[in-house]
């Protein structure tokens, strides 16, 4: 049992985390698509929707999955070299123009995938993973469950047209969530154009990135577009300011781009993410009875949470630590607590734990004999 005692609020520390803001208010937007949704990147909170759980076609923005595959699967086997074949190429759509012969790293594929939107490196990608689209597929869905995209169902790897492929607005915002964490996803998803290099034949093919939303909207970071005639117009897309990362998805909207700066001014206006955590913090406290006079004590790690603007005012913190601790202390050892507050309502709560594990100290040789021998008036 831990041998320290808290003194109520005891080096208790109120200080306002986040400045200021004034509320604003902010009409939900007008979208055009038939389903939407806009969420926080960070706590998968939903901000907007509308009809976010019809199933529909999802057309291209389908190679969100593709790529993040075919990421995963280069980072875990050191960016291997595709050789592409005529299978590989053979189907219809928009195009990267590989031809059978080439030679590229995964990588490079899937900057071609996302940016240039091609079919023919999303089915390459398929038939190098798994042996064929059909058991790709396989792939796909699996991941989809582990995600909990449980409204979906994949079957072609680039999104084109199958009565059994369709997926939920709030389900490919679930994918961008999780996609954007992959460093390598982020950063071809989030380039306006990318340099590719082929190693057969040796060259470099300059793609730029079929997302308009990039340049027509700051602050914008991908993720992916996409069209069919079934589909219509398809949209993820994910956009970061001062702190707060929202994901919008719209599909079968015909005014998609204005859709997405919509929803993302309303994100903006109405929301933000406070991070509730104590990396920043550390103390030493006085010890009593150990090898040292003192330990050190550090916060520990918490999460981000995305708030309504008037929720998110003023919050403050309050440290609570006794005022010094008993040897021994081991390394990670709880000895205190951050509170985060709102209006007087905890929100979170945050560990403060042993930075250093310190050992009591000893008595002198002979301390509890000649102890028991005094006992004994001798």
Known sequence: MKKFLFQGLALALAFVLLPMVPARAAEKPSVSAASAILISADDGSVIFEKDAHRQLAMASTTKIMTALLTLEEAARLDDPVLDVTEEMVRVEGSSMGLQAGNRLTLTNLTAGMLLASGNDAANAAAIFLSGSQEEFRSLMNARAQEIGMTETSFVTPSGLDDDNHYSTAYDMALLAKTALKNPEFARIAGSASLQVEFLEPPQKVTYSNHNKLLRLYEGCIGVKTGFTKKAGRCLVSAACREGTTLIAVTLNAPDDWDDHMALFDYGFATVKTVNFGGQDFSQQLPLVGGLQAQAEVE???????????????????????PKFLYAPVSLGERVGSIRYLANGQELYRVAITARESVASLEPEPGFWENFWQRLRGK
């Open 299 to 321: 916060g520990g790690e918490g999460v981000a949470i995305t708030l309504p603007l008037e929720e998110a005012e003023g919050i403050t913190a309050e440290i609570l630590l």
